[in-house]
């Protein structure tokens, strides 16, 4: 394996083509979120192997990506945070039940929006969440602001809730893409102070 190559760096690619510019960039892409190893190394990332991308999976501390093998060939994907349409058939568990919080992080900047007008997917596929105040997956570090939800009333009235495969709590929200303020159950700053939501 070639040395001073910069993972960081081939992570950050990784993630944008495989969630967000597989389309854009011409790169073939699944219902599923693969895409063929030898496409990416061969339009997209010169200078990097497929040894190269392997080392970017196994120490990836969120587990963002899956490779697989497949046929002799070599696929990868990122297992959430999509904003490309196409991608519907990720491995995802249907959530009938939870025994633990289901939390957004979000930032004192966005609160005053949020509380107006709901927790939106913005771009993505759906809105992410952690389960439970877990900073390795699904909750930012630097978050200041943590979410509740209230799954069970938010599951009575259809929304739908999934696990994705590296642990991320994902819903698409109602049709307008909005998880309303009324399925907040509670809502903390970083230093346990509680947020008013009216």
Sequence with gaps: MA??????????KLSYLLRHGAIKEGLPIKADGFVPVDQLLSKKLHGYTLEDIKKVV??????????SEN???WEIKATQGHSINEINNLSLK?????????????YY????????????????????FSKGLNFTCGLRKSADVYIYIDFE?????GLKFFESENEIILCAGNDK??????????VYSKNGKILNLY
Excluded: Q
């Excluded at 893409?177 to 509670?186: N, Q, S, T, V």
């Design 3 to 12: 040395r001073n190559k910069d993972y960081t760096c081939l992570g950050k």
């Design 58 to 67: 196994e120490t990836n501390d969120k587990k963002r990506f899956v490779l």
């Design 71 to 73: 046929n002799g060939t």
């Design 94 to 106: 249907p959530l009938d039940r939870v025994d633990f919080d289901i939390i957004h992080g979000t």
């Design 109 to 128: 900047r966005n609160w005053e929006n949020i509380k107006l007008r709901g927790l939106s997917c913005m771009r993505r596929n759906h809105i992410h």
């Design 153 to 157: 009333k938010a599951k009575r009235d």
């Design 177 to 186: 893409g909005i998880i309303e303020r009324k399925y907040f159950l509670k």
